[in-house]
């Protein structure tokens, strides 16, 4: 109760702080001269402009228990000229599931993103780094990565790859395992973005390929991508001991970076910068 208390507390000082700030001009109404005392606009102009009841925007803006939908939010978003972060943050105090960031929200162009996470790739040799969009399409792979998990047809689909090719097959020797793991988390991505069909037209095709897809993805299994711990045998160097974390990228929510690390006493981290000596260059991560 003392969290929402305190939400409710937040959600007033928040409304009020952003309205102060937005000047009649800025909405295209008169400012009403040395007579007006409210700084920015005043409740009664926000519900107008906004399309709501005098009454119910009070009864917001004062934390009260009303119901919200998300359309009305937005209204109110847009009057008050609120940030993609401010109008996620009005989602949360007003205790509704915030929206996902937009894959270009607030980024101009040339802002320095993608040059960044090429110095990521590089800076994390000898180790394997790769970078994924939503939907496992690889953009981006250091190296390293590149000689570990290799292109092996017309696709760049990590989930589609691993699931057709036999060069994964005989490279995972727990296969089964792992495409098991990586079906629940595949799904467990969809879920964040429950509008986009493209994780349902790419599961559909990849299950038409191949009927172990299809059985899993069946099983309705959803798992977060953590860290997981994988055995790769490869033709030079023999197995390798990793372990893999996904970390999502703020300034773009439509990546992922995948770091994998050695496992220590495997005998691993060795046998990576054997592979390091011999490097192909880096393709950078795409605008």
Known sequence: MATVSRRRADLREFLRSRRARVSPADVGLPDGGARRRTPGLRREEVAVLAGVGTSWYQWLEQGRDITVSPQVLDA???VLRLSPAERRHLYVLAGLNPPLP???EG???GDGVCEVLDRILEAWMPNPANIVDRYWEQIAMNP???QIFPATGPTSNC???FFTSPVYRERYPRWKEIGAASVAQFRGDA???PDDTGFCE???RLGAQCPEFAELWARQDVAEGGTTRKEVSHPEVGLLELESTRMRVPERPDLTIVLHLPVPGSGTEAKLRHLAAARPPLHAVAG
């Open 76 to 78: 109110v978003a847009r």
């Open 107 to 109: 980024r101009p162009p």
């Open 202 to 204: 790419l599961a559909d």
């Open 191 to 193: 879920a964040r973005f």
């Open 144 to 146: 390293v990565a590149r």
């Open 159 to 161: 989930l589609v790859s």
């Open 102 to 104: 937009d894959a270009d």
